[in-house]
């Protein structure tokens, strides 16, 4: 195994480097890193490198269907490419685990409708995966899941529910940020030499309607912030007073000119969708939060999303597909799925629907379609945190509307 000879810190560098190390338990450029892991042929392997950029920020667009992808992100780059198939940790001399060697995916378009899987790995800090691991096992406030045969409570994490995007200040000087908080932000990091900007906020998020797109955020509470981590910290400083209402106190550039705002952040236990209902073959759930990244939720109710549909069934000859809501049917409001369960469950095998959809784009529709409960019975799956199972229960079907 060939091993690469040790590539000293530039000085300046790691001057620099050293101020954001002192506030985040992290790699700096220049530091010496083994990456250990296992390769295509499920071999272990430890491969030498040097940091490059351990704060580089993630920048995913959107895919052409909403799924999961990491925002307010940054992540460490090495000087050597180690190809997308290599995964494992990245540890420093004497073997302590820094950072985890990740994949991500993204979706590269070629031309108007062509579109193409991407796949590259960098490395996450693993501080942001320590901290949540000590809360599981240090006791938590959340609900209790069952690991490893063991129930834990999980933690809540309460978080500012906008997508964020850096931008070097240079740049936001043209924009007509002034000299003074450019001073105040360079004091801050001289390194990353950013300010952060609103690229958007999710959908049903308290920041809604409050944080708009291309908003600079410059301080928080008074506290200038440069990087994704520092509004982590600020949601973080919240738990810590029982009597906080869950709002910053922002100070952001709008059109020109400052303006003090207060943001509402939201509280989250991360386990996600625990309850999806299969009707005349297409899945529908709650929106997972990649749907509400777009920034849409329909008014008539947005508990029942479309997230797939089999080929063959009714929605399929009718129809109706995937990335819409059902917000009625048979003039029925269905804001929730209880109350789609309730509605769909008085349709008997052979009953025509009269469904009205809304769109990811906030066009509406209406269609017809027939039910077939011989084929495609109404059934659902619900997670059962008791047993960490997945249960299946049929809701109606041939045999059940008979009787």
Same mark, same amino acid.
């Given at each position: 195994?060939?091993?690469?000879?040790?590539?000293?810190?530039?000085?300046?560098?790691?001057?620099?480097?050293?101020?954001?190390?002192?506030?985040?338990?992290?790699?700096?450029?220049?530091?010496?890193?083994?990456?250990?892991?296992?390769?295509?042929?499920?071999?272990?392997?430890?491969?030498?490198?040097?940091?490059?950029?351990?704060?580089?920020?993630?920048?995913?667009?959107?895919?052409?269907?909403?799924?999961?992808? *990491?925002? !307010?992100? @940054?992540?460490?780059?090495?000087?050597? +490419?180690?190809?997308?198939?290599?995964?494992?940790?990245?540890? %420093? /001399?004497?073997?302590?685990?820094?950072?985890?060697?990740?994949?991500?995916?993204?979706?590269?378009?070629?031309?108007?409708?062509?579109?193409?899987?991407?796949?590259?790995?960098?490395?996450?800090?693993?501080?942001?995966?320590?901290?949540?691991?000590?809360?599981?096992?240090?006791?938590?406030?959340?609900?209790?899941?069952?690991?490893?045969?063991?129930?834990?409570?999980?933690?809540?994490?309460?978080?500012?529910?906008?997508?964020?995007?850096?931008?070097?200040?240079?740049?936001?000087?043209?924009?007509?940020?002034?000299?003074?908080?450019?001073?105040?932000?360079?004091?801050?990091?001289?390194?990353?030499?950013?300010?952060?900007?609103?690229?958007?906020?999710?959908?049903?998020?308290?920041?809604?309607?409050?944080?708009?797109?291309?908003?600079?955020?410059? *301080?928080? !509470?008074? @506290?200038?912030?440069?990087?994704?981590? +520092?509004?982590?910290?600020?949601?973080?400083?919240?738990?810590? %007073? /029982?009597?906080?209402?869950?709002?910053?106190?922002?100070?952001?550039?709008?059109?020109?000119?400052?303006?003090?705002?207060?943001?509402?952040?939201?509280?989250?236990?991360?386990?996600?969708?625990?309850?999806?209902?299969?009707?005349?073959?297409?899945?529908?759930?709650?929106?997972?939060?990649?749907?509400?990244?777009?920034?849409?939720?329909?008014?008539?109710?947005?508990?029942?999303?479309?997230?797939?549909?089999?080929?063959?069934?009714?929605?399929?000859?009718?129809?109706?597909?995937?990335?819409?809501?059902?917000?009625?049917?048979?003039?029925?409001?269905?804001?929730?799925?209880?109350?789609?369960?309730?509605?769909?469950?008085?349709?008997?095998?052979?009953?025509?629907?009269?469904?009205?959809?809304?769109?990811?784009?906030?066009?509406?529709?209406?269609?017809?379609?027939?039910?077939?409960?011989?084929?495609?019975?109404?059934?659902?799956?619900?997670?059962?945190?008791?047993?960490?199972?997945?249960?299946?229960?049929?809701?109606?079907?041939?045999?059940?509307?008979?009787?």
């Amino acid at each position: 195994m060939r091993e690469e000879q040790p590539v000293e810190k530039d000085n300046a560098s790691c001057k620099m480097c050293s101020v954001s190390c002192l506030t985040e338990p992290g790699l700096c450029r220049g530091d010496s890193v083994y990456l250990v892991g296992l390769s295509r042929s499920l071999q272990a392997t430890s491969r030498k490198s040097i940091v490059t950029n351990p704060f580089a920020a993630l920048n995913i667009g959107s895919a052409d269907c909403p799924r999961y992808r *990491a925002i !307010n992100m @940054e992540v460490i780059e090495l000087d050597t +490419d180690f190809g997308s198939t290599f995964s494992g940790v990245l540890t %420093d /001399e004497v073997g302590k685990v820094r950072a985890i060697w990740g994949s991500f995916s993204t979706q590269l378009k070629y031309g108007c409708s062509s579109s193409e899987d991407h796949q590259f790995v960098r490395g996450i800090p693993i501080y942001t995966i320590s901290q949540v691991l000590d809360k599981i096992l240090f006791g938590a406030k959340g609900p209790p899941l069952l690991i490893n045969g063991i129930k834990r409570p999980m933690p809540l994490v309460r978080i500012l529910e906008v997508e964020l995007y850096p931008t070097l200040l240079s740049k936001a000087r043209s924009f007509g940020l002034s000299d003074e908080w450019v001073q105040a932000l360079v004091k801050k990091d001289p390194l990353r030499r950013q300010v952060l900007r609103v690229k958007g906020c999710l959908a049903g998020s308290r920041a809604e309607n409050i944080l708009e797109q291309g908003d600079m955020i410059l *301080a928080v !509470n008074k @506290e200038p912030v440069t990087c994704f981590r +520092d509004i982590e910290n600020a949601c973080q400083d919240l738990d810590k %007073d /029982e009597n906080t209402d869950g709002t910053l106190h922002m100070t952001i550039f709008r059109q020109g000119r400052e303006v003090e705002v207060v943001v509402g952040t939201d509280v989250r236990d991360g386990i996600g969708t625990v309850r999806a209902v299969n009707w005349c073959g297409c899945i529908v759930q709650d929106p997972h939060p990649a749907v509400r990244a777009l920034g849409f939720l329909p008014e008539e109710g947005h508990g029942v999303y479309v997230a797939r549909w089999c080929h063959g069934s009714p929605v399929h000859r009718y129809g109706l597909y995937a990335l819409q809501w059902i917000v009625e049917v048979n003039g029925k409001p269905t804001p929730d799925l209880d109350a789609f369960v309730s509605v769909t469950k008085e349709l008997e095998h052979g009953d025509y629907a009269r469904v009205r959809t809304v769109h990811l784009n906030g066009k509406p529709r209406v269609l017809t379609l027939k039910q077939d409960l011989h084929y495609w019975p109404t059934w659902e799956l619900r997670f059962d945190s008791d047993t960490a199972l997945w249960r299946r229960r049929t809701i109606k079907a041939v045999d059940t509307a008979v009787a």
